[in-house]
Structure formats: C-alpha cells, structure tokens
C-alpha cells in the first residue's frame, strides 16, 4: 500500500509564500511522476503542476507559472511545491497525485493518476 502523505497548507496573505511537500510511504516506487492538483469549492479539481521522476520534465498550469515551483528532493522520496506570489484566487484544497506506470509523461487530468494524498487547505486572505 502507497501512501502520499502531504503538509505545508495553512493561510496567508495576498502575496505570500507557502511550500507544500509530499512524501511517498509505504511500498516505495521503482520510479512515478508526481502532480499537484487542486480544488476550489464548487469547482472541479484542476492541474497545477507536475514533475517527471528525474525532475527533468516540469508542466505548470498557466494561472500558477511564474509564481509556483515544483521540485523533487535529492533522496527522491519527497516533492514540494514552493507557492510564492500567492493570490486570493489561489485559495483551495491541494492534493499531490503519483502515478508508477510513467517516470516521464504524465496527464494533465487527475483521472489518470492513481495515487492521492488526503489534501491540504490553502487559504489566501485578500
């Protein structure tokens, strides 16, 4: 069983920092590609960012480029999403997403991946 255990949530102020992390536990992966996604209430979960397994290959979606970073830990067993910039907009529930069939491509949908954290509140205050 695969876990994907994520933190670093919380509540901020317009044009704050935050950075979440998540950790694979359990039975470890030969190699997955790993997504942030998030969802806003009323609103389906949508894309944010992703990251091959090397962390040569990173996607953003276009409301978050130039604010968000993903990035991969030098043991690999961690991801982290730097979130700077932060907008009111940017307030929602986010998850991290891991798939092991892909060390490289990966969707943007999150019905392709297979693996979910339990997600983390993002609160920016205007």
């Known amino acids: 069983q695969v876990q994907l255990v994520e933190s670093g949530g919380g509540l901020v102020q317009t044009g704050g920092s935050l950075r979440l992390s998540c950790a694979a536990r359990?039975?470890?992966?030969?190699?997955?590609?790993m997504a942030w996604f998030r969802q806003a209430p009323g609103k389906e979960r949508e894309f944010v960012a992703g990251?091959?397994?090397?962390?040569?290959?990173?996607l953003y979606a276009d409301s978050v480029k130039g604010r968000f970073t993903i990035s991969r830990d030098k043991d690999n067993n961690t991801r982290y999403l730097q979130m700077n910039s932060l907008k009111p907009e940017d307030t929602a529930v986010y998850y991290c997403?891991?798939?092991?069939?892909?060390?490289?491509?990966?969707?943007?949908?999150?019905?392709?991946?297979?693996?979910w954290g339990q997600g983390t509140q993002v609160t920016v205050s205007s």
């Open positions: 359990g039975r470890t992966f030969s190699s997955y590609v």
């Open positions: 990251i091959s397994w090397a962390g040569t290959r990173t």
């Open positions: 997403a891991a798939d092991d069939r892909s060390s490289y491509h990966f969707s943007l949908t999150p019905q392709w991946f297979h693996y």
